[in-house]
Nanobody
Framework: QVQLVESGGGLVQPGGSLRLSCEAS????????MGWYRQAPGKQRELVAI???????DYADAVKGRFTLSRGNAENTVYLQMNSLKPEDTAIYYC?????????WGRGTQVTVSS
């Protein structure tokens, strides 16, 4: 099992920026993808951005051009840079790591975009 620790959420005004971090514990499991999902009140959890072990990224249409997912020097850490935030980006953001035997989720970090 891979443990995920998230950080970086908070309250920001519309148009502002936040950076989320997610660190996966060391494991013998080979992580295939890492990414971020979000869940707003009353809505289903949805994919925000994902990065493969080869470095390929993919984004939800709603965040393309505003969010950037990157990997740290250690391959077990990913960062989600969120710019030009909108009120509709308000949600709990969850880190996810997928590997051959399943997937792990972080506990989630709240992002609130409000004036």
């Amino acid at each position: 099992q891979v443990q995920l620790v998230e950080s970086g959420g908070g309250l920001v005004q519309p148009g502002g920026s936040l950076r989320l971090s997610c660190e996966a514990s060391r494991s013998n499991l080979r992580i295939r993808t890492m990414g971020w999902y979000r869940q707003a009140p009353g809505k289903q959890r949805e994919l925000v951005a994902i990065i493969t072990s080869g470095g390929t990224t993919d984004y939800a249409d709603a965040v393309k051009g505003r969010f950037t997912l990157s990997r740290g020097n250690a391959e077990n850490t990913v960062y989600l840079q969120m710019n030009s935030l909108k009120p509709e980006d308000t949600a709990i953001y969850y880190c996810n790591a997928a590997y051959a035997l399943g997937a792990s989720w972080g506990r989630g970090t709240q992002v609130t975009v409000s004036s």
